[in-house]
T-cell receptor, first 114, second 113 residues
Framework: DAKTTQPPSMDCAEGRAANLPCNHSTISGNEYVYWYRQIHSQGPQYIIHGLKNNETNEMASLIITEDRKSSTLILPHATLRDTAVYYC???????????????WGLGTSLAVNP | NAGVTQTPKFQVLKTGQSMTLQCAQDMNHNSMYWYRQDPGMGLRLIYYSASEGTTDKGEVPNGYNVSRLNKREFSLRLESAAPSQTSVYFC????????????FGAGTRLSVL
């Protein structure tokens, strides 16, 4: 019940932009899209999240389509240290009230090559 | 600033043994979580604690118990370990339950023989 679809793997040359796609066609109108990554043998790390507008921070940019059915995470100048599994995540209800939990799929394994 | 600290990093148990996984955060976060990660599957929520003094079941709570000892610490206990509990366990914290920017520990790799 991952709610998102990502390619299982991608390659990128060092120094080039890495564009990681994600489909979330069933996302509801008020739900955010979150991106995390997990470097081998480490805990996941938050990258960025967004609702409908494009977002940018020191790690990455997030482009969300106007219909909100898909998004793209952009690492503008990928380095070898960006080799990791990248997770595109939406939330579902957690208990009563407005609380939400993250639903983790299998992500995209990004290999940045020298 | 250590963030989220988990101990131990590695553990091997025999079937039926018990153990407690420890987790502490120093970010003054209200909410804490325990996940497990198995090959070929995404992270699954075991238990969570919305705030000090509360705990609730996640997706896969069977075979586990938790204690929110204080605001900093959230432990996960396996009373009678089974081979199916062989996994990597991650603890995470967030400012509060509705804010899903979670900070993770380095994980505990547990093998149950």
């Amino acid at each position: 019940d991952a709610k998102t679809t990502q390619p299982p793997s991608m390659d990128c040359a060092e120094g080039r932009a890495a564009n990681l796609p994600c489909n979330h066609s069933t996302i509801s109108g008020n739900e955010y899209v979150y991106w995390y990554r997990q470097i081998h043998s480490q805990g996941p790390q938050y990258i960025i999240h967004g609702l409908k507008n494009n977002e940018t921070n020191e790690m990455a940019s997030l482009i969300i389509t106007e219909d909100r059915k898909s998004s793209t995470l952009i690492l503008p100048h990928a380095t070898l240290r960006d080799t990791a599994v990248y997770y595109c995540i939406v939330r579902v209800a957690l208990g009563a009230g407005n609380n939400r939990k993250l639903i983790w799929g299998l992500g995209t394994s990004l290999a940045v090559n020298p | 600033n250590a963030g989220v600290t988990q101990t131990p990093k590695f553990q091997v148990l025999k079937t039926g043994q018990s153990m407690t996984l420890q987790c502490a955060q120093d970010m003054n976060h209200n909410s804490m979580y325990w996940y497990r990660q198995d090959p070929g599957m995404g992270l699954r929520l075991i238990y969570y604690s919305a705030s000090e003094g509360t705990t609730d079941k996640g997706e896969v709570p069977n075979g586990y118990n938790v204690s929110r000892l204080n605001k900093r610490e959230f432990s996960l206990r396996l009373e009678s370990a089974a081979p199916s509990q062989t996994s990597v366990y991650f603890c995470a914290s967030s400012e509060h339950l509705a804010k899903n920017i979670q900070y993770f520990g380095a994980g505990t790799r547990l093998s149950v023989l």
